[in-house]
């Protein structure tokens, strides 16, 4: 009976063991009239190499479960970094995209209110409206200057001797600020 049975089936099947013990020392029996009705294996004890040998195995078996599952935790851990980094690229690519639509309208707002003042400007020189056109003029000025002032490699600014003009038309724009008040009023 235990003779074809592995260690580790020893160990864990008495149950079975004893019910196949017990039919084979009954038929056994049998001819000289004993009735054996019940047989129970209390202690298996291999030998101590077989105990020592077996529980290097079981320590060998352990130790490959916990590096399998250490290897399987480095995996989830880099497949979710992966897909974090891979989530972060597509945000911030959806930002760039957004960004760049944003400055796109506003850059065309710009353009649409320059050429709607282009227009004013100019019907109002068709009408004979010089106001506007220094208005325009010192605008576009102010604009230059406030470029220059603001860009890095400039240190120094060469403004002409004759700043009346500029200034008749800053004074322009102002009687054009009032004409156009006193108009709405």
């Known amino acids: 009976v235990m003779g074809s049975m592995d260690l580790d089936e020893l160990l864990s099947q008495r149950d079975k063991i004893n019910a196949q013990l017990l039919l084979v020392v009954d038929a056994?029996?049998?001819?000289?009239?004993?009735?054996?009705?019940?047989?129970?294996?209390?202690?298996?004890?291999?030998?101590?190499?077989?105990?020592?040998?077996?529980?290097?195995?079981?320590?060998?078996e352990r130790e490959k479960?916990?590096?399998i599952l250490e290897a399987e935790g480095t995996k989830q851990s880099e497949i979710l970094?992966?897909?974090?980094m891979k989530q972060a690229a597509i945000l911030e690519a959806e930002g760039r995209k957004e960004?760049?639509?944003r400055d796109a309208e506003a850059r065309e707002r710009a353009a649409e209110a320059e050429a709607?003042?282009?227009?004013?400007?100019?019907?109002?020189?068709?009408?004979?409206?010089v106001n506007s056109l220094n208005y325009f003029v010192a605008?576009?000025?102010?604009?230059?200057?406030?470029?220059?002032?603001?860009a890095d490699n400039e240190k120094l600014v060469f403004m002409p001797l004759e700043a009346s003009?500029?200034?008749g038309a800053l004074g322009g724009m102002t009687d054009l600020l009032k004409s156009v008040k006193g108009a709405g009023q």
């Open 28 to 60: 056994a029996t049998n001819p000289w009239g004993i009735k054996v009705t019940r047989i129970e294996i209390k202690d298996i004890s291999p030998p101590k190499d077989l105990v020592d040998s077996m529980a290097r195995q079981m320590k060998a």
């Open 65 to 67: 479960r916990a590096l």
């Open 81 to 84: 970094e992966a897909q974090g």
């Open 99 to 101: 960004a760049a639509f």
């Open 116 to 129: 709607k003042a282009t227009m004013v400007v100019s019907k109002a020189i068709a009408e004979g409206d």
């Open 139 to 150: 605008l576009k000025y102010v604009e230059s200057l406030e470029k220059i002032a603001s």
């Open 165 to 167: 003009g500029v200034i």
